[in-house]
């Protein structure tokens, strides 16, 4: 039966990693909603999350948007059914590749990022010496990170719906011959609210995962500058891996029927 051992302690480890990941996301969000609340570091997290964020996103965007539109045309040329890239682009744009994207993009940088810096801290007992000084280092570290990166992914994801819809305009209008004004009452025509609003709800949950991810990595961390480097890695892949899973569960919950 020794073979067995192997299983039953993967299963034990995998079982306390999720009730710790679960209680540190109870306190976390008990603390994002009791005061004392600091307004300064929160804008100061959202401009690290959205603004600076914006180049790669943006880049990520607009070329989505150009391929999507061209490689739409090859294939809807097949059929006959080359009217219809107006509506697939803006329609995968807003609803899967604008928030799964931009949350891929921000949870490399801004995932990396906040378990580097929380996992420095730890290690170089910084967080201890907030505890010593009477800081609690959820309220102080965690919350306004959450809080920020569940109010500014939607923005995020917002601006690059645009950017990546105006990136299949360019394409489709100046590379594939389609007439503006029809390219875009196409796009307009046929365009939802639900659409929309879908990926702003998956681009907040996307935003919380990152920002839990990284903060929780990086608060566990150990060892040194080698456990500071594992804890970056784990906090990029786990909310790779959560914003895939979570992307089929939201759609399936907003447009299965």
């Known amino acids: 039966m020794n073979f067995l051992a192997p299983i039953g302690a993967f299963f034990l480890s995998f079982l306390r990693h999720t009730g710790r990941l679960i209680n540190f996301c109870g306190i976390a969000l008990s603390h994002c909603v009791r005061p004392p609340i600091y307004p300064r570091l929160i804008l100061r997290q959202m401009i690290e999350i959205g603004y600076f964020s914006l180049p790669v ?3 990520t965007a607009i070329f989505t948007g150009m391929v999507l539109a061209l490689q739409s045309h090859t294939g809807f040329a097949r059929f006959s059914a080359e009217g219809a890239v107006a509506t697939v682009v803006v329609i995968s744009i807003t609803r899967e590749l604008g928030p799964v994207l931009a949350g891929l993009m921000v949870a490399g940088r801004i995932g990396a990022a906040m378990a580097a810096e929380i996992g420095t801290m730890r290690v170089t ?5 907030l505890v010593t000084l009477a800081t609690n280092p959820f309220k102080y570290l ?3 990170r959450i809080i920020a990166g569940f109010i500014t992914l939607p923005m995020l994801v917002l601006v690059a ?11 489709g209008a100046y590379k594939l ?17 639900l659409d929309v609003i879908s990926g ?4 907040s949950v996307f935003g919380f995962i990152i920002a839990l991810m990284g903060c929780y990595h990086g608060y566990h961390s150990k060892g040194g500058a080698q456990g500071v480097g594992q804890a970056t890695t784990n906090a990029v892949v786990s909310s790779s891996i959560l914003i895939l899973t ?3 569960v939201l759609t399936a919950l907003f447009f299965d029927k």
């Open 246 to 248: 979570l992307n089929y």
């Open 200 to 203: 702003l709800v998956k681009a």
């Open 177 to 193: 011959g389609y007439n503006p004004a029809t390219y875009l009452h196409s796009t307009w025509e046929y365009l939802k609210p």
């Open 161 to 171: 719906d645009i950017i990546g819809v105006f990136g299949g305009f360019v394409v």
């Open 57 to 59: 996103v943006g880049l």
């Open 142 to 144: 965690v919350a306004p």
């Open 125 to 129: 007992e910084q967080v201890d010496a």
